[in-house]
T-cell receptor, first 113, second 115 residues
Framework: GNSVTQMEGPVTLSEEAFLTINCTYT??????LFWYVQYPGEGLQLLLK?????DKGSNKGFEATYRKETTSFHLEKGSVQVSDSAVYFC????????????FGTGTRLQVTL | DSGVTQTPKHLITATGQRVTLRCSPR?????VYWYQQSLDQGLQFLIQ???????AKGNILERFSAQQFPDLHSELNLSSLELGDSALYFC??????????????FGPGTRLTVL
């Protein structure tokens, strides 16, 4: 079956530090990959996505590249801000008749001044 | 604002009771998905409806059921509630007309507390 593994949190960084959150997946076929972000007290928002191998998704300074050879989709940002503090979820979707998302456990990011 | 609304925002009830969670998808979206977010299980897919018909089932308990109405809003019914059902329940919608990768837009969630 499908599964997503992401690094344990919490991750605590100082403002302007470099961020990497690791995500690897197991899936049949060619899934699409996503990063969602959940700010405190809110629902999930799509941060970025990639639908095929070697695609790079990017948004708000965050990037992730779909690496089929390593089954990975690591999230990176060159310089984090306090406002980036949130929980980040890696997810995959195997397209077909049911486009459900399979999520990782989430990684909490805390950015301090 | 994703355009997906969920009511109520919070729900506190007792074990053994039954509750109904409501979701209105974004205008025009035919697919509705329900997810459960709990501390021990993480975010799990429960069920999907497409234009009124059940499309896929995930880890949904037999005590739980859902439906999607002709106006496309959906309800998730949870019965014989147990302490372990306490969780955040999210609804998402997408403009999926079948297979393909369509972004899912999430509502703010309903926090259920079972005492």
């Amino acid at each position: 079956g499908n599964s997503v593994t992401q690094m344990e949190g919490p991750v605590t960084l100082s403002e302007e530090a470099f961020l990497t959150i690791n995500c690897t997946y197991t899936a049949t076929g060619y899934p699409s990959l996503f990063w969602y972000v959940q700010y405190p007290g809110e629902g999930l928002q799509l941060l970025l996505k990639a639908t095929k191998a070697d695609d790079k998704g990017s948004n708000k300074g965050f990037e992730a590249t779909y690496r089929k050879e390593t089954t990975s989709f690591h999230l990176e940002k060159g310089s984090v801000q306090v406002s980036d503090s949130a929980v980040y979820f890696c997810a995959l979707m195997n397209t077909g008749t049911a486009s459900k998302l399979t999520f990782g456990t989430g990684t909490r990011l805390q950015v301090t001044l | 604002d994703s355009g997906v609304t969920q009511t109520p925002k919070h729900l506190i009830t007792a074990t053994g009771q039954r509750v109904t969670l409501r979701c209105s998808p974004r205008s025009g979206d035919l697919s509705v998905y329900w997810y459960q977010q709990s501390l021990d299980q993480g975010l799990q897919f429960l069920i999907q409806y497409y234009n009124g018909e059940e499309r896929a089932k995930g880890n949904i308990l037999e005590r739980f059921s859902a439906q999607q109405f002709p106006d496309l809003h959906s309800e998730l019914n949870l019965s014989s509630l147990e302490l372990g059902d306490s969780a955040l329940y999210f609804c998402a919608s997408s403009d999926s007309r079948g297979s393909g990768t369509y972004e899912q837009f999430f509502g703010p969630g309903t926090r259920l507390t079972v005492l």
